[in-house]
């Protein structure tokens, strides 16, 4: 029996592909139209805390933030993160086909059957960490071994998306189900009891996809975004940057108005159904007052595009990590957010969110446990 709070989790997510054009419009708007600012009284309360703990102020740094963070997010200066979630998204991405990878599709299948078997580095950190671990395949191309799918929520959504230098890489309902899929998520752990959620992703192509996005919200240039992604050459990554500038211009003229670009359409034109699913996983957790912990650069990607759409969602998320991707250090500065952790991690599938859990659990036993100043009869320290 499984024990897990989200233990028959594809049977608590909703499955949008039969929903109309209109039913997808309609949901979509509800759950964006959810969001509001974070309690920062809330907030203010746990830095108030922070400020009464003997140590010396702020000597925690951005860890102590964090947890203020949650606080303000939840609302309750209690904070508690006994239970985590991570949702794996996974799906392939039809601009492979311009070459812009060194492996084919059928590794996004190999490694989504690693993660079903729960034998995937995001499984072995998961289990260090006590967070539950989630697949979804959202849009995978190869086949995959029956018995092992069981373990793997079925959203596929169709095998793959479009080569973004031909088409829109999704058609706007195909964009409105992945997003609604990440919503769920957020809601379904919500409501299981769940303290904080994490999202990662499993898509060959999707630095490529993931760069194409943040080009085209930072209005960037697509060599300065765009890395070599898994191990690629110095003249695949040119190659990449061209794609990724090619597929941007092509499609400006349908995300972009008078200077104001549509973040969903974004999504829409040059993402694909793992990116956007992740926007949904952060759109959620802003909607149902959760805490989202951010992987790296494909994950800050699509937060970028949630805060885009919703700028209140900014408040409910959490960085992790500081990718080796170069676009990364441009998102966090655009979102105004500070990663915690430095080490040149490129990994994918949600583990650098899973490697700030220790960090943040370790900060908030200070928070919680810890004497303040009048408790041991001494003078607090004063802010200079």
Same mark, same amino acid.
């Given at each position: =029996?499984?024990?897990?709070?989200?233990?028959?989790?594809?049977?608590?997510?909703?499955?949008?592909?039969?929903?109309?054009?209109?039913?997808?419009?309609?949901?979509?708007?509800?759950?964006?139209?959810?969001?509001?600012?974070?309690?920062?009284?809330?907030? @203010?309360?746990?830095?108030?805390?922070?400020?009464?703990?003997?140590?010396?102020?702020?000597?925690?740094?951005?860890?102590?933030?964090?947890?203020?963070?949650?606080?303000?997010?939840?609302?309750?200066?209690?904070?508690?993160?006994?239970?985590?979630?991570? #949702?794996? #998204?996974?799906?392939?991405?039809?601009?492979?086909?311009?070459?812009?990878?060194?492996?084919?599709? +059928?590794?996004?299948?190999?490694?989504?059957?690693?993660?079903?078997?729960?034998?995937?580095?995001?499984?072995?950190?998961?289990?260090?960490?006590?967070?539950?671990?989630?697949?979804? +395949?959202?849009?995978?191309?190869?086949?995959?071994?029956?018995?092992?799918?069981?373990?793997?929520?079925?959203?596929?959504?169709?095998?793959?998306?479009?080569?973004?230098?031909?088409?829109?890489?999704?058609?706007?309902?195909?964009?409105?189900?992945?997003?609604?899929?990440?919503?769920?998520?957020?809601?379904?752990?919500?409501?299981?009891?769940?303290?904080?959620?994490?999202?990662?992703?499993?898509?060959?192509?999707?630095?490529?996809?993931?760069?194409?996005?943040?080009?085209?919200?930072?209005?960037?240039? *697509?060599?300065?975004?765009?890395?070599?992604?898994?191990? #690629?050459? +110095?003249?695949?990554?040119?190659?990449?940057?061209?794609?990724?500038?090619?597929?941007?211009?092509?499609?400006?003229?349908?995300?972009?108005?008078?200077?104001?670009?549509?973040?969903?359409?974004?999504?829409?034109?040059?993402?694909?159904? @793992?990116?956007?699913?992740?926007?949904?996983?952060? !759109?959620?957790?802003?909607?149902?007052?959760? *805490?989202?912990?951010?992987?790296?650069?494909?994950?800050?990607?699509?937060?970028?595009?949630?805060?885009?759409?919703? *700028? @209140?969602?900014?408040? #409910?998320?959490?960085?992790?990590?500081?990718?080796?991707?170069?676009? =990364?250090?441009?998102?966090?500065?655009?979102?105004?957010?500070?990663?915690?952790?430095?080490?040149?991690?490129? !990994?994918?599938?949600?583990?650098?969110?899973?490697?700030?859990?220790?960090?943040?659990?370790?900060? !908030?036993?200070?928070?919680?446990?810890?004497?303040?100043?009048?408790?041991?009869?001494?003078?607090?320290?004063? *802010?200079?």
């Amino acid at each position: =029996m499984d024990t897990r709070l989200l233990g028959n989790f594809s049977e608590r997510i909703a499955d949008w592909r039969s929903c109309s054009s209109d039913e997808l419009k309609k949901i979509y708007k509800e759950r964006v139209g959810r969001i509001t600012p974070a309690d920062h009284n809330a907030g @203010d309360a746990a830095r108030r805390r922070w400020q009464s703990i003997a140590k010396p102020l702020g000597s925690l740094g951005l860890l102590e933030e964090d947890i203020a963070r949650i606080a303000q997010i939840t609302g309750n200066p209690d904070v508690r993160m006994d239970r985590s979630a991570l #949702f794996i #998204f996974c799906a392939d991405n039809g601009v492979v086909k311009e070459a812009v990878t060194q492996t084919g599709q +059928d590794v996004t299948a190999s490694v989504t059957e690693v993660i079903g078997r729960d034998e995937s580095c995001s499984a072995h950190m998961g289990r260090e960490t006590g967070t539950e671990v989630y697949a979804l +395949d959202l849009g995978v191309v190869s086949a995959m071994n029956p018995e092992i799918y069981r373990t793997v929520t079925d959203r596929r959504i169709r095998r793959g998306t479009s080569d973004f230098l031909e088409e829109p890489a999704m058609t706007e309902d195909e964009v409105r189900m992945a997003v609604l899929t990440g919503t769920d998520c957020a809601r379904a752990a919500k409501e299981a009891g769940m303290d904080l959620i994490l999202g990662g992703e499993m898509g060959i192509g999707n630095t490529t996809t993931g760069s194409a996005v943040a080009c085209a919200l930072l209005d960037a240039d *697509p060599g300065e975004i765009t890395g070599k992604g898994a191990g #690629f050459t +110095d003249e695949g990554l040119r190659h990449k940057i061209d794609v990724v500038g090619r597929g941007v211009a092509l499609h400006r003229q349908i995300y972009e108005t008078n200077g104001e670009k549509d973040a969903l359409k974004v999504l829409r034109c040059v993402g694909g159904f @793992d990116i956007a699913a992740l926007c949904g996983l952060y !759109l959620g957790a802003a909607a149902y007052r959760i *805490p989202a912990v951010i992987d790296g650069f494909i994950a800050s990607a699509a937060a970028l595009a949630a805060v885009s759409i919703a *700028p @209140d969602t900014r408040e #409910f998320l959490l960085p992790s990590h500081m990718s080796g991707e170069g676009g =990364m250090k441009r998102i966090m500065e655009k979102l105004e957010l500070v990663p915690p952790i430095t080490a040149g991690l490129h !990994l994918g599938e949600g583990t650098g969110a899973l490697m700030l859990l220790p960090l943040l659990r370790m900060t !908030l036993a200070v928070y919680r446990n810890m004497m303040t100043f009048d408790g041991m009869g001494i003078d607090a320290y004063r *802010p200079l």
